[in-house]
């Protein structure tokens, strides 16, 4: 199983181990991970999701569409070259590992 670790602002961290194709914003919400809301439900249309992913993962990463393009602009936390909608980021082999930080504020 694949993991994912998502570090608070506080320094805290969560790993979770998920299963294959399970994206950051459905993991976090199905294990009480805080500070990624989902709004929308996963459908690229609130931006509440947002997370800053680690640079050593950025190669990893499918490319950012344009509905999330567009969301991104739309984020409470100020956006960064490392700013991606965690429900557009399914974790497998390749993102194994992946960490990402919660951003402080969603809404
Ligand atoms: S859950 Fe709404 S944009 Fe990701």
């Keep these: 199983m694949p993991t994912i670790t998502y570090v608070?602002?506080?320094?805290?961290?969560?790993?979770?181990?998920?299963e294959q194709e399970t994206?950051?914003?459905r993991a976090a919400g199905s294990?009480?991970?805080e500070g990624i809301v989902g709004e929308c439900g996963g459908q690229a249309m609130c931006a509440t999701c947002h997370v800053y992913v680690?640079?050593?993962?950025?190669?990893?990463?499918?490319e950012i569409s344009d509905?999330?393009?567009e969301?991104?602009?739309?984020?409470?936390?100020?956006?960064?070259?490392?700013?991606r909608l965690g429900?557009?980021?399914?974790?497998?082999?390749?993102r194994d590992g992946?960490?990402?930080?919660?951003?402080?504020?969603?809404v």
């Excluded at 680690?54 to 499918?62: G, I, N, Q, S, V």
């Design 87 to 94: 429900c557009q980021i399914a974790v497998g082999p390749a």
């Design 71 to 83: 969301m991104l602009d739309c984020t409470t936390a100020e956006r960064t070259d490392r700013s």
């Design 54 to 62: 680690r640079p050593e993962f950025a190669d990893t990463l499918p």
């Design 31 to 33: 294990n009480g991970v």
């Design 23 to 25: 994206t950051l914003m």
């Design 98 to 106: 992946i960490t990402v930080d919660v951003p402080a504020d969603q």
């Design 67 to 69: 509905d999330e393009e």
């Design 8 to 18: 608070q602002p506080s320094g805290e961290e969560t790993t979770l181990d998920v």
